[in-house]
């Protein structure tokens, strides 16, 4: 069993934790936060919704969770979900009742808060928007691209809207219809019928004590001023985040600390951690610079370790370290902790692998390091996102040695070091703490410090 030192560290810097992916998402947040939801009351999702998915044990049974905090697994902590978010709340019910079923009390235990500001999702309309033009970016078909559209486009799409203003609502929904008739088949009445199921739902909910809801979105606010420890849990990861990842095959949101901020009221994040796979994968469409070309290999380590996505059940595509894409991602991000998951399966990618150490640009010989260069040609093959610009590789030896559970750094095999320290070199850390994930059990991780 690790002992504390994690959750001290983050107890000296201050009361606010956030935890954010640096590659493509499925890193293993899931397993950091659970590590340090027991110091936290406050766990709190800000963006994103249901195109996440983070895999927790709860009273020794496994199950995914969509919208709520992985971190609500514990006993004292409330979760939050942010008016960042984009929320379909009958998936929220469902969420509720597994976690009942695997004995968890969730009637009026202050469990769940909801902030009036969050935008709810309907799949009849942001559902179906989303399967007109942006299927070929592969989104999650969850709607949240166009429920950050509606939001950015200020219609009546919050849950402070379908409270206390439902006719206003489905007025908007009249006006949306005449706006996308052309290119889409939405059903007012199917929309109006759905909307009105999901307003009773919530009320019901809230009446009930399953959730307390927050129209003033200021429950992480007040918790921050009155020094609560709040654990923020990111959704995603940099590289598909709006503004800093592979755009436009991205996700609609702000997957990094300053989102983790602008969609809780989190003024402040005093520990900031960064979580990464020690290589990669990517469900969805876009370039893809380190995949293995090897499908058999690929295969192979897919079956595995189980590598698909755990929303969509989509085989995620594998491939080594990139650290041109992981050096773009920590320098956006600077976090002091790096948690590396998932350490104990990187034998399976074999015995050596071709890390991608540059991108070299065959027509202006310029090589790019740290920053991913801008991309190409949207509109053609995969390999053409990024055309006449070549990755640099090298190739590094896997270790093979089994590390299953071991809670205790001095006791990972030397035969890992070399790989370890190509991480912390290469990808331009700058904090002092690593925690390494040696096994898919709560407390199998153990944890390092770099010396000054
Ligand atoms: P959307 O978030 O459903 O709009 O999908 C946009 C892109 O982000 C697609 O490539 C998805 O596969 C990817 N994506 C969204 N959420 C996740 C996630 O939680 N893990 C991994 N990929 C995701």
Not at 186 to 191: H, K, P, Y
Not at 365 to 374: A, G, I, M, R, S
Not at 423 to 445: H, K, M, Q
Request: proline share 5%; hydrophobic share 35%.
């Amino acid at each position: 069993m690790p002992d504390n030192s994690l959750i001290d560290y983050c107890r000296e810097r201050g009361n606010v934790a956030g935890v954010v992916g640096l590659q493509y998402g499925d890193e293993g947040k899931g397993k950091i936060i659970t590590a340090l939801q027991k110091h936290f009351k406050l766990v709190v999702r800000a963006q994103g919704g249901g195109n996440a998915g983070h895999t927790i044990m709860v009273n020794g049974k496994h199950l995914v969770l969509n919208h709520l905090p992985s971190g609500l697994a514990g006993d004292e902590t409330t979760g939050v979900l942010g008016q960042g978010m984009v929320i379909n709340i009958k998936t929220v019910a469902d969420e509720i009742k597994r976690l009942e079923a695997v004995g968890k009390q969730m009637q009026d235990q202050n469990n769940i808060v909801l902030m009036g500001g969050a935008q709810f999702i309907l799949p009849s309309l942001q559902g179906k928007l989303d399967t007109y033009g942006s299927a070929a970016i592969g989104t999650t078909g969850k709607g949240i691209g166009p429920a950050y559209s509606l939001k950015a486009d200020r219609q009546p799409t919050t849950f402070n809207d379908m409270v206390t203003r439902p006719d206003f609502c489905k007025q908007g929904f009249e006006s949306l219809i005449n706006k996308y008739s052309q290119d889409t088949q939405l059903d007012l009445a199917a929309i109006i019928d759905e909307f009105d199921k999901h307003r009773e739902l919530l009320l019901r909910l809230i009446d009930e004590g399953y959730i307390r809801f927050d129209p003033e979105n200021s429950t992480v606010v007040d918790a921050y001023h009155g020094r609560t420890p709040i654990l923020l849990e990111g959704a995603q990861a940099l590289m598909l985040d709006l503004n800093q990842g592979t755009y436009p095959f991205v996700t609609s949101s702000d997957t990094g600390f300053s989102g983790l901020m602008s969609g809780s009221g989190c003024p402040d994040i005093n520990t900031r951690i960064g979580v990464m796979k020690p290589y990669t994968t990517r469900v969805g469409a876009g370039p893809f610079m380190s995949q293995l070309v090897d499908a058999e290999q690929e295969e192979v380590f897919v079956n595995a370790v189980g590598e698909r996505g755990a929303t969509t059940g989509r085989m995620r595509s594998i491939g080594a370290l990139n650290f041109v894409e992981l050096r773009h991602a920590l320098r956006r991000t600077c976090p002091d902790i790096l948690a590396v998951t998932k350490l104990d399966i990187l034998p399976q990618l074999g015995a050596a692998t071709n890390i991608v150490t540059a991108y070299h640009d065959e027509a202006s010989e310029k090589q790019y390091q740290n920053t991913l260069p801008p991309m190409r040609d949207l509109t053609g093959r995969v390999d053409r996102f990024y055309d006449g610009i070549i990755p640099i590789t090298e190739s590094l030896t896997v270790p093979q040695a089994n590390i299953a559970g071991i809670t205790d750094f001095r006791e990972i095999p030397d035969a890992y070091h070399p790989y370890i320290q190509k991480i912390i070199n290469e990808s331009g850390f700058a904090g002092s703490r690593l925690v390494f994930g040696t096994g898919p059990d709560n407390d199998e991780y153990c944890e390092a410090q770099i010396a000054a």
